[in-house]
């Protein structure tokens, strides 16, 4: 059951006491009824969870299909269109994720085995439990460096090298792959992917750049030959580096660095030229075979290589050392983070690029997933590679079988490939980290933000400073934190615009942006342009009073405000704080003969004022559909005030309408407007 209208005709004459000769002389442009809500609504809210009840899955299949995503694609899958692409991506990401395995793990503080093992059963895992069709999962640079730098606090190989020491530092990575992925298991479950969007991209460029300078410097030990601090803030490493430069040794150097041109070559070479798109991918195996030739040839005494490496697939085996979680903790949940952001962001771009959908909450279980697997067969930390997925998307990857046959590639190396990667230097595998990281310094980033937001842009160079001399751990949550106080800033200060009337029209806009607009005198008009809630109530409080001032001492301004007209259509949500607010505002506004009016409150808005009785309070008859229903109001009553014969008669031919409907002029009727300095 619908509620008459508000407003109408009569309504004005009635309020202003006009005779009915006045009443019949003139015809007063009509406002229009806002509809308020009713017991109508509650029904369409039942009938809307009844059909958000119908749409869940009515089948086994599609059940199946939520929980393990890749019966998607294997129910429609096209050997004749895909099964060609998906090979040659499965085979082009399988050869390029062998070598730089192997170096994330040493980047870790690991044996290289643990880096082949991270890359074979999350791949696996990924491909039956992710949403993603394109995303390359395994170990990546920065996981590595943060599971070094929390582990390096714990065990220091350096000073204790023993096989026990290093086992029980092995131990303890599993571990974290295991802790990783019930965090993220529990965070898809529990559906609150949404709390990535908290954390801004800027936030993220600074941190992977500083970090990505970091990684690099921390594999400089392995061009100069000599040792060097594990760390993750730049001034140690700088003081490790130059501190042992008289042991510095040319021949891994000018190895590394040969190694580290043919990688950067083949990377643009694969990037500027499309049918080269493949020597991209190339470069990390090219890299492997040039460097363990020279060295099986000419047995340089000065170049470390990789050692031996266990041949044959994992074992399964439970994660140990349950008493250090407490430790380890703070890091897996920042590894999770970190994790999520860059794959997400990834799936999410490749999946539009396509032309499918992502669900944030899907891809966070199909990752905690990988990560659980892996660590009972001995994986580190894992999440999706930029690189590695960019190559699979170049190579026309169409499905997870991409995936499964980079696993398989992935076992076939553990089983028969293993004794011949002991012969590779440890400085091949430091170019390969070096040219991945070298992509992640975003330079360009900095430059663009210091021309469109120069807050943003000391928001990147705060994530940037903070992680590069406080550390990875400090800088992420110091940049998050900045990151979260914008968040708390904006909401907590909302824009709020004085509305005007442009000219010839019945549209308000805001007058900073349109200084042609006309403003009333004795009028405020305000647009809120947030939702109204505890945090931002007592800024807009405060704004509103501030215009009330302003206009009040304003000396071009013959009259004080008698009326402050509230434009809601922004206004998407109002608490219960700000209820409150609102009627200490009329309260306040009242006392002083100011009135306050309403105009455009949305569904929600109404509901909650109207349950709070707020129409009642105010009284109906100031709640419009339009800002302009509620200003013709207002400077109705503001006439019966304080009359002018002259004034009283010209807006009264500005509200009559002729049976063409022409409304005077602007100039016609400018005895009841002024520009917006005036207010």
């Not at 093992?117 to 992710?130: K, N, R, S």
């Not at 599971?147 to 606090?153: D, H, R, T, Y």
């Not at 921390?218 to 003081?239: D, H, M």
Request: proline letters at 4%.
């Amino acid at each position: 059951m619908r509620v008459s209208q508000i407003h109408s005709v009569s309504d004005f004459h009635g309020t202003l006491g006009m005779d009915k000769a006045q009443s019949s002389s003139v015809r007063v442009k009509r406002v229009l009824p806002l509809q308020r809500p009713t017991d109508e609504g509650v029904e369409q809210s039942k009938e809307s969870l009844k059909k958000w009840r119908l749409s869940w899955p009515s089948s086994w299949i599609e059940w199946l299909q939520i929980f393990i995503p890749c019966v998607r694609w294997l129910r429609t899958y096209d050997f004749r269109s895909y099964l060609k692409t998906d090979l040659m991506a499965g085979i082009t990401v399988g050869t390029m994720l062998v070598p730089q395995a192997m170096s994330y793990a040493a980047l870790a503080g690991l044996e290289s085995i643990y880096g082949l093992y991270a890359g074979l059963v999350p791949v696996f895992a990924y491909a039956i439990f992710g949403s993603s069709r394109q995303l390359a999962v395994g170990p990546v640079a920065l996981v590595s460096l943060l599971v070094s730098n929390v582990l390096a606090k714990v065990v220091d190989l350096q000073e204790d090298q023993s096989d026990e020491a290093v086992q029980y530092y092995s131990d303890l990575a599993i571990l974290l792959a295991l802790m990783v992925g019930v965090i993220e298991c529990l965070m898809g479950i529990l559906r609150l992917g949404w709390l990535i969007r908290f954390i801004s991209h800027t936030v993220i460029s600074g941190f992977t750049s500083a970090s990505a300078i970091v990684i690099a410097l921390s594999q400089t030990k392995y061009f100069l030959g000599y040792s060097v601090t594990r760390s993750s803030k730049i001034i140690p490493l700088f003081e490790s580096i130059f501190s042992g430069i008289g042991e510095f040794k040319w021949r891994p150097f000018a190895l590394g660095c040969v190694m580290l041109g043919i990688l950067l070559t083949m990377k643009h070479l694969g990037k500027t030229r499309k049918k080269l798109r493949l020597v991209r991918a190339a470069g990390p195996l090219t890299a492997v075979i040039i460097g363990t030739l020279f060295a099986w040839v000419f047995s340089p005494a000065d170049i470390t290589l990789v050692g031996a490496i266990p041949q044959g697939l994992p074992q399964f085996l439970v994660p140990k050392h349950f008493d250090k979680v407490p430790d380890l903790i703070g890091t897996a949940f920042l590894i999770s983070g970190v994790a999520i952001l860059e794959s997400v962001g990834i799936a999410k771009a490749l999946a539009a690029k396509h032309g499918y959908e992502i669900d944030s909450n899907q891809e966070l279980f199909g990752l905690g997933v990988a990560n659980v697997c892996g660590s009972f067969f001995s994986a580190y930390p894992t999440t999706g590679s930029f690189s590695r997925s960019a190559v699979n998307n170049e190579s026309g990857a169409k499905t997870g079988l991409a995936g499964i046959i980079t696993g398989a590639v992935m076992a076939a190396a553990l089983i028969f490939l293993t004794p011949v990667f002991a012969h590779v230097p440890q400085c091949t595998l430091a170019a390969i980290v070096v040219s991945a990281v070298l992509g992640l310094i975003d330079y360009e980033e900095p430059m663009f933000l210091w021309d469109v937001d120069k807050r943003d842009f000391l928001l990147w160079m705060a994530s940037f400073v903070f992680t590069l001399f406080l550390g990875i751990e400090i800088g992420v949550l110091i940049a998050v934190g900045l990151s979260l106080a914008f968040v708390i800033y904006e909401s907590a200060n909302p824009h709020v615009a004085i509305l005007g009337r442009l000219p010839g029209t019945t549209v308000y806009r805001n007058i900073q942006q349109y200084p042609e607009a006309y403003t009333y005198q004795g009028i405020v008009i305000v647009r809120i342009d947030a939702p109204m809630y505890f945090a931002n109530i007592s800024f807009i409080k405060e704004r509103l009073r501030k215009y009330e001032l302003q206009s009040e001492g304003n000396e071009q301004s013959s009259k004080q405000v008698q009326y402050i007209i509230l434009e809601l259509a922004p206004v998407t949500h109002i608490d219960s704080s700000a209820v409150l607010a609102l009627k200490e505002l009329y309260e306040e506004f009242k006392a002083r003969n100011i009135q306050m009016a309403l105009s455009n409150p949305n569904h929600q808005v109404m509901v909650t004022l109207g349950k709070s009785h707020i129409p009642e309070i105010m009284g109906k008859e100031w709640y419009f559909v339009r800002v302009h229903d509620a200003v013709q109001v207002c400077l109705l009553h503001m006439q019966r005030r304080q009359p002018d014969a002259e004034g009283q008669d010209q807006y009264y031919d500005y509200l009559s309408q002729n049976s063409k409907g022409r409304m005077l002029t602007d100039s016609e009727a400018a005895p009841l407007l002024t520009r917006k300095g005036d207010v």
